[in-house]
Every structure is written in structure tokens, then in C-alpha cells.
């Protein structure tokens, strides 16, 4: 048999044509579930296993889940950032805690069901890549592997679409052929946010103010918001108007026009460079559904990067990640802490 | 090419059926499937299955077989007595009655998750409960017991036997003082019975929960043995089943199985018992001697014959279960319920285990299926996979 790598199985279509992937060619693949929520139950996983024909295991992360990502989740929210708990996750447990126990199995990497690509680059580096797919790319999510695991990691998926897993799933008749992509966050039921947050954090009243200070409104907690929001502001006036800023400091929401959605740059924060780091000319990702965007990134201090766009780009949200490309190449990213307008 | 047969060797999640229960299960499934209230020959028939197991259930514990309650196991024998003991309008006033009683529920802080998250439900709506501590061990100080007593509880359940750990509670010392103080008594006996001796006279409790498939008994029956006398409100109200006691229609086949494995148990647990304690200590010895820096855990010697609940320093123990797993030798590191890490075990953490100790922790339950030979390949390959466990990451996942 070839190496040993462990799949990490969701139970879902993707993790499941990339697990019977590594299986076909010829692979000692041994699946593991991340047992992340309290109340999750993981039989229809097994039963894919089994189908497949290898071993599968129940990683109990429970705990590491709820301190990597669900606390820093709303203490982000807390904090008036829209956090990208995702990235997280596929940082501290999928390429974290998962690959660590891939090491104590006797495993040389991890495999999961992302869209995007590992490949051997120059001088021993790996390189990470857009999927083939740009409709479906996930690299978005994945800047803060280490790139030293590069090598660790298999993304099976990463020259495929959409159509191509449901279609090999059905083939291999997975019964999750057709299950539904998931686009919610997973620890929130129903997809919920407002309601999760309020459960929670509660509500803290305050203030919504104009642009120039004015206060023109009332909000019920600044967790409740997020930059380029239109909704749910119930203000007086015609004009549209959108939340700008949130300062949790101020307990304040800021609303103001299209226009002072604009930002020329950010400032990035906690930056995971997987290329050589690097200066100058970049494609910019703000949010996993935008660009990559021209832009020229000048590196600072303690991982910090300072991002100056080409044009102006909307809505940028502290709390996103700031991902920055060449090509389909992923050179790194980190934690927009703040927009430059 | 084949792989070696599978070592089954986690007998407190569950048991493999004891000899004639699939028969006893088959039999009554294809050829007693009456409704065993109905009137006629046929329901008869089944009832008379019932009524066999219900002796055989009865003398396994020491008690009257009007006493014997089937119920869907252990889980369904727990809520019941916690949310249904005590009589209506009497002294003692019942969980699901809106006002608490002057006297709140006293329990192990052990206990089972069926035990544990009932008490927790009573607490919500109002209930005191008392959570009594345990040592190093895992015992039940007695002294906790005395403090505990006062001011007088209306119930005090503590287990027979821990899930975890194995280790013996003293439940008729502490049923003793319980019942002089004025309380009801009931014990979660669902680790104890079929393995240890149980008497329901010589332990003095009033209520006692049991589980068939821990046994060797099918999974989804089990029992509540009710002292004739002490009062209890059902949870299913209906036919009237069980003397009003548990309504639902009767699970034949589950109490034919339940029935059979319990007549088995009750033949060959002390013959049984010294085999399994035997092979529990021969890999005891073998794990010793080929590993450096572990600690079994539980009582020495208060402890079920089959539990070996072992920390191994320097080792998760859920990549110890998965590395035997993937060897063919199936533990467990808790609880199947919860399948749980250390904040999952409440039961560690009140033995005062930290968490490297907890986490490093798997629970081997063997069963008198096992054989030597099992054991022998056991010792085997574990030091090797603990060894192997305790070598540094390689370079790649320490940056």
C-alpha cells in the first residue's frame, strides 16, 4: 500500500470523493471526523467509511474547537469585528491538531475535501494554489497553514468541479451524492448569527452615529453589525445609508454613504507568509467573495502589512482576512485590523 | 491476505451476547410475537416469556419478581426513580411537581451521564442537590455521606459500580445511613450486575437500575427493581403495563434475551468473574512490564473484575485508542456516549485527576469472552505504540 494519510471526513460530499480519491490510488487511508460540537453525532460518516472500505476514527476537539474558534469568534464580534471562523479552524484543527495526530497514526499528511492545490515549488518550498475551479477556490481560507505542512497536506479536489465530486460520488454510490453545499457557519443552528450573537453576548444598547459625529439612531449591540450593512439600521431619512465603522470602545455604529465605504488600504495583522515574504505589486483578497484586487503590500513589524489597493475597494471589514496572491498562487495573508481610507 | 480477528476489549460499553440470548431473541421475535397483555393463547404464550424473565431477572439480584420493572435499560430505570420516587400528596413531593420538596436529592459527583443530567434537570426546576465528592479512587468518602445526610434528603442515589473507572461504591453503608436519616435509597447498578454479586437485601436500597446488554444481554431492555412498598410515579402513563409502573407494550424478544443472559449470569458469574479478574490482571502485569510511566487508576481492589482504566504519561489517549483501533483491539478512553476528552469526564476530574492525567487516559474493559491468547497479543504490540507515541513530533508539525 502507499503512504498512510489521514481524510478528514465531514460526512459531506467533498471530504468524502477526496477520501475515496486517495483510496483509489492505491493510499492506507484512515478517515478521522472532528468531533467539534457538543451535541454532534458522526454515524453517516462511518457508513461512508465503511463503504470506502478503510478504517475511520472520532477525533474528540471538542474543547480545542471551542477555545481556537467559537470563543475568538465572539470575541471577535465583541470586539466590532466580523471574525472568518473558517480560517481558523482549518488553522488550529484541520492543519493544527488533526495533522498532529495524523504524525501520532503513523500518517504523513492530511488529506481534506478543500478546492485548492499543493504542489512542489522551487528550492524546497511548496506552493499553494487557486483550485483549477475559481468558482469553487477555498484557498481564501487556508493562508495561515504553516509552510513548513505544506508538504503534509493533500488537496485531492484541487483540479475538479463541482460537478465532476457529485458526479464521481454518484459513481461511487455515496449516498451524500447529493447533499446540499453547506454555506453556513457550523456551530451556529439554522444559520442564526443575529440570534446566536444574541444568545451569547447578549444586547448592549448605544448609539448610531453619522459620519460627522451626529447621532442618528439606536442600535442594540455593535455585535449586531457589520461594515457595509444596509439592513436592519431602522433610521429616519431617504438617503441609503450604510454602517461605515464600529467602534466597541465608543459602543457606537457609524453609518454614512456609499462613497465612505471606500478605503484606500488596511493594515494586516498576525500575516502567514507561504512564499518568500515579499514587497511590492500583489492580487488582494479582502473577502472570500472579491477580487484578488491589485494592490502593493509593504511588510512591517511583528507580521504586520500595510496593503495599498490600486482602486479604491467597499467594505472592508476588520476581522476578514486579507489574502494576497500572484496569480493562482497564494503568498500569504493575515487579519485586516483596520481599513486606511 | 487476512487480517487478525478483532480483540474486543471494551465490555463496559458493552457486552457480546451471552450464550442462547440471539436464540432466546430469534425465538420469541418469530414465534411469540403476541401482545403479551392480549387475552388469548397466543398473548399468553408471549406473557409466559415475560413472567420466566422476570424470575430470572429477580433472582439474579435477590429480589421478588413483583419488584422487577422492565424498562428500555438503564438509562429509561434512572429518569424514572429520580423524576418518579415518592409518593404523590406525600411528605416527600415528586420532581415533577412545581414545588421542590423540603429535602433535595443527594448523589455521587461519579455518576453516570442518565443519573448526573437527571439531578442537573431536577436542580433547574428548584431541586437541592447534594453532590458528594470522591477520593484518589474514585470512593465516595462516608464521611461526605453523614454531612450529606443533613438536613434530611428525600433520596440518595449513588452507583453500585463506575462506568469509568470500575471502582465499588460502599452503597450498603451508605444506604444505611441514608435510611436512618429517613431517606428513600436508590443505586445505579448497570456496571454491577453480571459481573459482582448483587443483592438488593444485603445492599438495603429501596430502588436499583439494571441494563441487559452489559451482561450479555440484548441493548434496548433493562430493568428497575422497585421494593415492595416504596413509591413510585411513572414516566409513561398508559395500558397500564407492570402494574401501572411502566406503561408500553411488552418487548418480548429484548426481555426473552434479557431473561436468558440474566439465568447465564446468575449460573456462571463466580466462575466467570475469577476469569475475567485473572486475565484483567495478567495484562495488567504485561502493560507494566513493558511500559514505563503509567498509573492504573480506581480502586485496587474495590473495583470490577474487568476494568483496567489505565494514564499513560506523555500520551493522548485518544491517539493511544485510535493507534489499537487501527491494530484490531478495540478501548475506549470513556464513556461511548460521550466518547468524550477530558472536559467529557466529569468523573477524572472529581478524583482530582488533572488533565494530562485524564487525557492520557484509555479504559480497557475485558469481558468473559476474552482469551489469554487475546491478552498475550494485547502486551504484544501496546509498548511498542506507546513508545512510538512518546517519540518527539517530527520537525514538520513543530514549527
Same mark, same amino acid.
Given at each position: 500500500?502507499?503512504?498512510?494519510?489521514?481524510?478528514?471526513? /465531514?460526512?459531506?460530499? &467533498?471530504?468524502?470523493?477526496? =477520501?475515496?480519491?486517495?483510496?483509489?490510488?492505491?493510499?492506507?487511508?484512515?478517515?478521522?471526523?472532528?468531533?467539534?460540537?457538543?451535541?454532534?453525532?458522526?454515524?453517516?460518516?462511518?457508513?461512508?467509511?465503511?463503504?470506502?472500505?478503510?478504517?475511520?476514527?472520532?477525533?474528540?476537539?471538542? #474543547?480545542?474547537?471551542?477555545?481556537?474558534?467559537?470563543?475568538? $469568534?465572539?470575541?471577535? @464580534?465583541?470586539?466590532?469585528?466580523?471574525?472568518?471562523?473558517?480560517?481558523?479552524?482549518?488553522?488550529?484543527?484541520? $492543519?493544527?491538531?488533526?495533522?498532529?495526530?495524523?504524525?501520532?497514526?503513523?500518517?504523513?499528511? !492530511?488529506?481534506?475535501?478543500?478546492?485548492?492545490?499543493?504542489?512542489?515549488?522551487?528550492?524546497?518550498?511548496?506552493?499553494?494554489?487557486?483550485?483549477? #475551479?475559481?468558482?469553487?477556490?477555498?484557498? @481564501?481560507?487556508? @493562508?495561515?497553514?504553516?509552510?513548513?505542512?505544506?508538504?503534509?497536506?493533500?488537496?485531492?479536489?484541487?483540479?475538479?468541479?463541482?460537478? &465532476?465530486?457529485?458526479?464521481?460520488?454518484?459513481?461511487?454510490?455515496?449516498?451524500?451524492?447529493?447533499?446540499?453545499?453547506?454555506?453556513?457557519?457550523?456551530?451556529?443552528?439554522?444559520?442564526?448569527? =443575529?440570534?446566536?450573537?444574541?444568545?451569547?453576548?447578549?444586547?448592549?444598547?448605544? =448609539?448610531? !452615529? &453619522?459620519?460627522?459625529?451626529?447621532? !442618528?439612531?439606536?442600535?442594540?449591540?455593535?455585535? $449586531? @453589525?457589520?461594515?457595509?450593512?444596509?439592513?436592519?439600521?431602522?433610521?429616519?431619512?431617504?438617503?441609503?445609508?450604510?454602517?461605515?465603522?464600529?467602534?466597541?470602545?465608543?459602543?457606537?455604529?457609524?453609518?454614512?454613504?456609499? #462613497?465612505?465605504?471606500?478605503? /484606500?488600504?488596511?493594515?494586516?495583522?498576525?500575516?502567514?507568509?507561504?512564499?518568500?515574504?515579499?514587497?511590492?505589486?500583489?492580487?488582494?483578497?479582502?473577502?472570500?467573495?472579491?477580487?484578488?484586487?491589485?494592490?502593493?503590500?509593504?511588510?512591517?513589524?511583528?507580521?504586520? !502589512?500595510?496593503?495599498?489597493?490600486?482602486?479604491?475597494?467597499?467594505?472592508?471589514?476588520?476581522?476578514?482576512?486579507?489574502?494576497?496572491?500572484?496569480?493562482?498562487?497564494?503568498?500569504?495573508?493575515?487579519?485586516?485590523?483596520?481599513?486606511?481610507? | 491476505?487476512?487480517?487478525?480477528?478483532?480483540?474486543?476489549?471494551?465490555?463496559?460499553?458493552?457486552?457480546?451476547?451471552?450464550?442462547?440470548?440471539?436464540?432466546?431473541?430469534?425465538?420469541?421475535?418469530?414465534?411469540?410475537?403476541?401482545?403479551?397483555?392480549?387475552?388469548?393463547?397466543?398473548?399468553?404464550?408471549?406473557?409466559?416469556?415475560?413472567? %420466566?424473565?422476570?424470575?430470572?431477572?429477580?433472582?439474579?439480584?435477590?429480589?421478588?419478581?413483583? %419488584?422487577?420493572?422492565?424498562?428500555?435499560?438503564?438509562?429509561?430505570?434512572?429518569?424514572?426513580?429520580?423524576?418518579?420516587?415518592?409518593?404523590?400528596?406525600?411528605?416527600?413531593?415528586?420532581?415533577?411537581?412545581?414545588?421542590?420538596?423540603?429535602?433535595?436529592?443527594?448523589?455521587?459527583?461519579?455518576?453516570?451521564?442518565?443519573?448526573?443530567?437527571?439531578?442537573?434537570?431536577?436542580?433547574?426546576?428548584?431541586?437541592?442537590?447534594?453532590?458528594?465528592?470522591?477520593?484518589?479512587?474514585?470512593?465516595?468518602?462516608?464521611?461526605?455521606?453523614?454531612?450529606?445526610?443533613?438536613?434530611?434528603?428525600?433520596?440518595?442515589?449513588?452507583?453500585?459500580?463506575?462506568?469509568?473507572?470500575?471502582?465499588?461504591?460502599?452503597?450498603?453503608?451508605?444506604?444505611?445511613?441514608?435510611?436512618?436519616?429517613?431517606?428513600?435509597?436508590?443505586?445505579?447498578?448497570?456496571?454491577?450486575?453480571?459481573?459482582?454479586?448483587?443483592?438488593?437485601?444485603?445492599?438495603?436500597?429501596?430502588?436499583?437500575?439494571?441494563?441487559?446488554?452489559?451482561?450479555?444481554?440484548?441493548?434496548?431492555?433493562?430493568?428497575?427493581?422497585?421494593?415492595?412498598?416504596?413509591?413510585?410515579?411513572?414516566?409513561?402513563?398508559?395500558?397500564?403495563? %407492570?402494574?401501572?409502573?411502566?406503561?408500553?407494550?411488552?418487548?418480548?424478544?429484548?426481555?426473552?434475551?434479557?431473561?436468558?443472559?440474566?439465568?447465564?449470569?446468575?449460573?456462571?458469574?463466580?466462575?466467570?468473574?475469577?476469569?475475567?479478574?485473572?486475565?484483567?490482571?495478567?495484562?495488567?502485569?504485561?502493560?507494566?512490564?513493558?511500559?514505563?510511566?503509567?498509573?492504573?487508576?480506581?480502586?485496587?481492589?474495590?473495583?470490577?473484575?474487568?476494568?483496567?482504566?489505565?494514564?499513560?504519561?506523555?500520551?493522548?489517549?485518544?491517539?493511544?485508542?485510535?493507534?489499537?483501533?487501527?491494530?484490531?483491539?478495540?478501548?475506549?478512553?470513556?464513556?461511548?456516549?460521550?466518547?468524550?476528552?477530558?472536559?467529557?469526564?466529569?468523573?477524572?476530574?472529581?478524583?482530582?485527576?488533572?488533565?494530562?492525567?485524564?487525557?492520557?487516559?484509555?479504559?480497557?474493559?475485558?469481558?468473559?469472552?476474552?482469551?489469554?491468547?487475546?491478552?498475550?497479543?494485547?502486551?504484544?504490540?501496546?509498548?511498542?505504540?506507546?513508545?512510538?507515541?512518546?517519540?518527539?513530533?517530527?520537525?514538520?508539525?513543530?514549527?
Amino acid at each position: 500500500m502507499g503512504e498512510r494519510i489521514v481524510a478528514a471526513m /465531514s460526512g459531506g460530499v &467533498d471530504s468524502s470523493v477526496a =477520501a475515496a480519491i486517495l483510496r483509489e490510488a492505491g493510499h492506507d487511508v484512515v478517515g478521522v471526523t472532528m468531533r467539534l460540537l457538543p451535541a454532534a453525532d458522526v454515524g453517516d460518516v462511518r457508513a461512508v467509511a465503511e463503504k470506502l472500505g478503510f478504517p475511520h476514527e472520532v477525533m474528540d476537539l471538542r #474543547d480545542e474547537f471551542r477555545r481556537a474558534v467559537v470563543e475568538p $469568534f465572539l470575541a471577535a @464580534y465583541a470586539a466590532g469585528r466580523t471574525p472568518l471562523p473558517c480560517a481558523a479552524c482549518n488553522h488550529a484543527l484541520k $492543519f493544527g491538531a488533526l495533522l498532529r495526530r495524523a504524525g501520532e497514526l503513523g500518517a504523513t499528511a !492530511v488529506a481534506t475535501g478543500h478546492y485548492a492545490r499543493v504542489e512542489p515549488g522551487e528550492g524546497g518550498r511548496w506552493r499553494l494554489r487557486r483550485a483549477r #475551479d475559481a468558482s469553487r477556490d477555498q484557498s @481564501y481560507f487556508l @493562508y495561515g497553514i504553516t509552510p513548513e505542512r505544506l508538504s503534509h497536506i493533500r488537496f485531492p479536489l484541487g483540479e475538479m468541479t463541482k460537478d &465532476d465530486v457529485r458526479a464521481k460520488a454518484r459513481a461511487l454510490g455515496l449516498a451524500n451524492a447529493e447533499k446540499p453545499d453547506s454555506q453556513e457557519i457550523c456551530f451556529i443552528p439554522g444559520g442564526d448569527t =443575529a440570534g446566536y450573537l444574541r444568545e451569547k453576548l447578549g444586547e448592549k444598547p448605544g =448609539a448610531i !452615529v &453619522d459620519t460627522a459625529g451626529r447621532k !442618528v439612531g439606536e442600535h442594540s449591540g455593535v455585535h $449586531f @453589525y457589520t461594515i457595509g450593512q444596509r439592513r436592519g439600521l431602522n433610521l429616519q431619512g431617504t438617503e441609503p445609508r450604510h454602517v461605515v465603522a464600529v467602534n466597541a470602545a465608543t459602543n457606537t455604529v457609524i453609518v454614512g454613504s456609499e #462613497d465612505d465605504l471606500l478605503s /484606500s488600504g488596511c493594515e494586516v495583522e498576525g500575516v502567514n507568509w507561504i512564499a518568500a515574504p515579499r514587497t511590492g505589486s500583489v492580487g488582494v483578497k479582502i473577502r472570500s467573495r472579491h477580487g484578488p484586487v491589485p494592490a502593493t503590500v509593504t511588510p512591517g513589524v511583528e507580521g504586520r !502589512v500595510t496593503v495599498r489597493f490600486a482602486e479604491p475597494q467597499r467594505s472592508v471589514t476588520p476581522g476578514q482576512a486579507a489574502v494576497f496572491y500572484a496569480g493562482d498562487d497564494l503568498l500569504g495573508g493575515g487579519t485586516i485590523a483596520s481599513a486606511v481610507r | 491476505m487476512g487480517s487478525p480477528p478483532r480483540i474486543y476489549l471494551d465490555c463496559a460499553a458493552t457486552t457480546p451476547p451471552a450464550p442462547g440470548v440471539v436464540e432466546a431473541v430469534r425465538d420469541a421475535l418469530a414465534d411469540s410475537w403476541a401482545n403479551a397483555s392480549s387475552a388469548h393463547a397466543d398473548g399468553s404464550r408471549a406473557r409466559r416469556i415475560v413472567e %420466566e424473565s422476570r424470575v430470572r431477572v429477580a433472582a439474579l439480584i435477590g429480589g421478588r419478581p413483583d %419488584e422487577i420493572v422492565f424498562t428500555s435499560g438503564a438509562t429509561e430505570s434512572n429518569n424514572t426513580v429520580l423524576k418518579g420516587f415518592g409518593k404523590p400528596n406525600a411528605q416527600f413531593r415528586r420532581p415533577l411537581e412545581l414545588r421542590p420538596p423540603s429535602g433535595g436529592v443527594v448523589v455521587s459527583a461519579v455518576e453516570h451521564p442518565c443519573v448526573a443530567e437527571s439531578v442537573a434537570w431536577l436542580e433547574r426546576r428548584g431541586w437541592k442537590v447534594s453532590r458528594m465528592g470522591v477520593d484518589e479512587t474514585g470512593l465516595v468518602d462516608p464521611g461526605d455521606v453523614r454531612k450529606a445526610l443533613r438536613p434530611k434528603p428525600a433520596l440518595v442515589s449513588v452507583m453500585l459500580a463506575n462506568h469509568e473507572v470500575g471502582t465499588i461504591q460502599p452503597v450498603a453503608l451508605i444506604a444505611k445511613l441514608a435510611k436512618a436519616a429517613g431517606a428513600l435509597v436508590h443505586t445505579d447498578a448497570t456496571q454491577a450486575v453480571g459481573r459482582i454479586p448483587v443483592d438488593v437485601e444485603a445492599l438495603g436500597v429501596d430502588y436499583l437500575s439494571l441494563s441487559g446488554h452489559k451482561f450479555g444481554g440484548p441493548k434496548g431492555v433493562g430493568a428497575l427493581w422497585v421494593r415492595r412498598g416504596a413509591p413510585l410515579v411513572p414516566l409513561n402513563h398508559g395500558g397500564g403495563q %407492570e402494574g401501572g409502573r411502566r406503561s408500553g407494550t411488552y418487548n418480548v424478544p429484548g426481555i426473552a434475551g434479557l431473561g436468558v443472559a440474566a439465568a447465564y449470569a446468575a449460573r456462571e458469574m463466580a466462575a466467570a468473574g475469577e476469569r475475567v479478574r485473572g486475565l484483567r490482571d495478567r495484562l495488567d502485569r504485561g502493560i507494566r512490564s513493558g511500559v514505563q510511566g503509567l498509573r492504573v487508576n480506581g480502586h485496587p481492589e474495590l473495583r470490577l473484575p474487568g476494568h483496567l482504566h489505565v494514564s499513560f504519561d506523555l500520551v493522548e489517549g485518544e491517539a493511544l485508542m485510535m493507534r489499537l483501533d487501527l491494530a484490531g483491539i478495540a478501548v475506549s478512553t470513556g464513556p461511548a456516549c460521550s466518547a468524550g476528552a477530558y472536559e467529557s469526564s466529569p468523573v477524572l476530574a472529581a478524583m482530582g485527576f488533572g488533565e494530562a492525567r485524564a487525557r492520557g487516559s484509555v479504559r480497557i474493559t475485558v469481558g468473559a469472552h476474552n482469551t489469554a491468547a487475546e491478552i498475550d497479543r494485547v502486551v504484544g504490540v501496546l509498548p511498542a505504540i506507546v513508545a512510538d507515541l512518546r517519540r518527539a513530533p517530527p520537525a514538520w508539525l513543530r514549527s
